[in-house]
Nanobody, 119 residues
Framework: QVQVVESGGGLVQPGGSLRLSCAAS????????MGWDRQTPGKQRELVAA???????NYADSVKGRFTVSMNNTKNTVYLQMNSLKPEDTAVFYC?????????????WGRGTQVTVSS
């Protein structure tokens, strides 16, 4: 089985920073991308940032210049450094890993971590 576990969420004041981490483990043959989505109540889940094994990154327009995604391939871990946080960044952040295992290729999701930006 595959596990994807996020950490690092919490409460931060506007303008502050947080760093999220996410590790994938288990019966993994290879990971070719990891990333983060977020969801707020009443809104559709949206892509925040993604990192491919080739080193390509993709960001939502709303976070460009403020968030940075990076990946440690040897540890199957992806990070999301979030700076200049705004109240509208408040959401549950979900990590995913696009991977292959003995069962084939799929996207595995974490359970999510809450990020709250409030004074």
């Amino acid at each position: 089985q595959v596990q994807v576990v996020e950490s690092g969420g919490g409460l931060v004041q506007p303008g502050g920073s947080l760093r999220l981490s996410c590790a994938a483990s288990g019966s993994i043959s290879s990971i070719y991308a990891m990333g983060w989505d977020r969801q707020t109540p009443g809104k559709q889940r949206e892509l925040v940032a993604a990192f491919t094994k080739g080193g390509f990154t993709n960001y939502a327009d709303s976070v460009k210049g403020r968030f940075t995604v990076s990946m440690n391939n040897t540890k199957n871990t992806v990070y999301l450094q979030m700076n200049s946080l705004k109240p509208e960044d408040t959401a549950v952040f979900y990590c995913y890993a696009d991977l292959t295992s003995e069962y084939g290729s799929r996207r595995a999701w974490g359970r999510g971590t809450q990020v709250t930006v409030s004074s």
